[in-house]
């Protein structure tokens, strides 16, 4: 981005990881991740959390812009029809504070 003087975007991951998995259509999740990757739901939890942490840091230490859609897409089913995948109204959601917030430029 440096080279090409590109301006880059960083954004974080919105998502239902709440400190248990509340819905009960999402009760699958504990086991799947002990399955599939030998992580307990906690711990899962607390790596995604900190992936959406660095990428806050990363902005704020290089003064690049952070869209903050964990921040401000609600952890519910209205927005996200799983974990972590937006369905249609949270990605008009999304497109919405990505779009305003590259308008606003910062």
């Known amino acids: 981005c440096e080279v090409w003087d590109i301006k880059p975007a960083l954004m974080t991951l919105a998502s239902r990881l709440t400190e248990e998995p ?3 259509s999402l009760s699958f999740l504990p ?3 002990k399955r599939d990757f030998g992580l307990e ?3 899962y939890r607390r790596i995604f959390h900190r992936l959406n942490d660095v990428v806050r ?3 704020r230490e290089n003064d690049v812009m952070v869209i ?3 921040a401000q897409i609600p ?3 209205k927005h996200l029809y799983d974990f972590y995948h937006l369905n249609n109204e949270g990605s008009e959601l999304a497109a919405r504070i990505i779009a305003d917030k590259l308008i606003a430029g910062r």
Do not use: I, N, S
Request: charged share 40%; proline share 6%; net charge negative.
């Open 41 to 43: 739901y906690r711990e």
């Open 68 to 70: 903050d859609l964990a």
């Open 57 to 59: 840091e990363v902005g």
């Open 31 to 33: 086991a799947k991740l």
């Open 75 to 77: 952890p519910d089913g």
């Open 22 to 24: 509340l819905h009960e």
